[in-house]
């Protein structure tokens, strides 16, 4: 089995000096690829050195992370804006609306957001897409840029069916499921039910969200194992097949052009 974690952090500090034993782990388990979104100015280097000392396995995605969005919103856009072509990168992320904290960069964030939907579209790329408590505002803004030209994954889905029936009619986007899919009182599993298998890609957004029985711990890249696990059950399948199935489906969807499904 070659299983693909399409959201991964491995390139923060909460994994130094750790990330040559993490990825030695995960590639023993039967992980052979890690997507790594950006999310500022501030990560952009740290990221970049990871996927160059783990060519092959390690991929960035360049984009400006919704919490990081402030008054200096249009520097910032501008300086990550330039990073694109000096390198391949397999999605334009981690990029979205996140309200659960502050919403006082609002209209910032919606023109971040759709900015950077304009440069996936310029660029063939996919979006990674980080939505809290702003379900409405991204779809919006979604449809604004253009939904026929837009593909990409909701990472880190933890919507209600309602959200998830708006997000059938994209039908070139698909959903991230990671560790919360195993807590306890998660309906995620009832929700996904909502669509099949083939819109599912599996994610660990380490070091976030750690599957049970890890939660509340630094999660890390061999953990996705427990998500993948529930997925399988949830929809009726073997281990293998969800970790093929899922896998096609990132492929499909990301630009990692030597992978083969």
């Excluded at 491995?10 to 990825?23: G, I, K, M, R, T």
């Excluded at 990073?83 to 006082?104: F, M, N, Q, V």
């Excluded at 880190?156 to 708006?166: A, K, M, W, Y």
């Excluded at 298998?197 to 890390?220: C, F, M, Q």
Aim: charged share 30%.
């Amino acid at each position: 089995m070659k299983l693909i974690d399409t959201h991964n952090h491995l390139y923060l500090e909460e994994f130094d000096p750790e990330q040559e034993a993490l990825v030695d782990a995960a590639l023993k388990s039967g992980i052979d690829t890690l997507l790594l979104p950006n999310v500022d100015l501030t990560t952009i280097d740290r990221m970049h050195n990871l996927c160059d000392r783990f060519p092959g396995f390690a991929y960035p995605m360049m984009g400006l992370h919704p919490t990081s969005v402030d008054e200096h919103y249009a520097e910032a856009l501008k300086k990550t804006e330039s990073y694109l072509g000096k390198r391949p990168y397999c999605a334009i992320g981690e990029i979205g609306i996140d309200l659960y904290w502050d919403k006082t960069y609002l209209k910032e964030q919606k023109i971040v957001f759709e900015e950077q939907l304009k440069w996936s579209i310029d660029l063939d790329l996919p979006v990674a897409i980080h939505t809290r408590d702003a379900y409405p505002e991204v779809l919006e803004s979604i449809h604004k840029v253009g939904a026929d030209k837009l593909t990409g994954v909701f990472h880190s889905f933890t919507g209600t069916i309602t959200d998830l029936e708006e997000i059938k009619k994209l039908k070139k986007f698909k959903l991230g499921i990671n560790g919360v899919i195993t807590f306890k009182n998660s309906k995620l599993s009832d929700t996904i039910l909502s669509t099949d298998i083939n819109s599912i890609v599996l994610e660990t957004d380490a070091p976030y969200l750690a599957p049970v029985p890890y939660r509340g711990k630094r999660n890390e890249p061999i953990y996705i194992w427990k998500t993948a696990e529930k997925v399988a059950d949830t929809y009726g399948l073997t281990l293998d097949e969800t970790v093929e199935i899922t896998r096609k489906n990132a492929l499909d969807l990301f630009k990692i052009t030597n992978k083969h499904a």
